[in-house]
Every structure is written in C-alpha cells, then in structure tokens.
C-alpha cells in the first residue's frame, strides 16, 4: 500500500505541473503556427513524432499514476475522467501541430484537460 501524501503522490503532482506546462506550449503553437502545407508530408510527421514521443510517454505515466491516486482514494477524480482527460490531450497534441481544429473545439479540449489538471495538482498539493 502507498502512503497517502508520500512518493508517489509528489510523482504524480510533478506529472500533472509538466503536463500543465506542455498545454501552455502546445496552445501557443497552436496560435501562432501555420497549418502544414501538406499534412503528409514525411518529414514534417517526423518531427512532429520526435516531439510529442516525450509528451506521450509522459501521459502514459500520469495515466496509470492518476488512476492508482483514484484506486487509492487519494484524489476525488473518477477513473473515467482521467483516461478522458489523457485522450484529449491526445488529440490536443495533434491538433497543435496539424493545426486542423476549429479554435473553438481546440479550446474546449484545452479547457477540459486543465479543469482535471487543476484539480489533482489542488487535491495533491493539500496532502
């Protein structure tokens, strides 16, 4: 059993503030970037590759984490908002680069993902 407030929640926490950095860039990108002009375009989906690998690997992390914080009853979040919540930020990911979402789309996934974000980073910083 992990201890309520111990390693892994300071982890977690971590997770959550680089995953909260990651949406500020990621919508900055998205803001002041151009559509590719051709989407695909080989190169361009390697990079593109290259520098969301972080990123996903990243979420894989804070998913399984935030869902043992849930099991544990370590956070008041349901498991079917953090898989949610790692999903769009899957989508939110490509739709930085792709540029190929509405603004107002885009910004309903971004407002969704940091409305979870927010509140672990609360729940955890209280323990």
Known sequence: MKEKGGYYDMELLQQTEKLQQHIKRLKDKYENSEPPENKKDREFFLQVKQETAPVYELLAEWEKAALEAVKNREVQVH????TSTKENMELLLMHSYYIDARRKRYMELNRS????LDQLQRELSEN
């Open 113 to 116: 993902i940091l409305y979870i």
């Open 79 to 82: 498991p079917h908002q953090v």
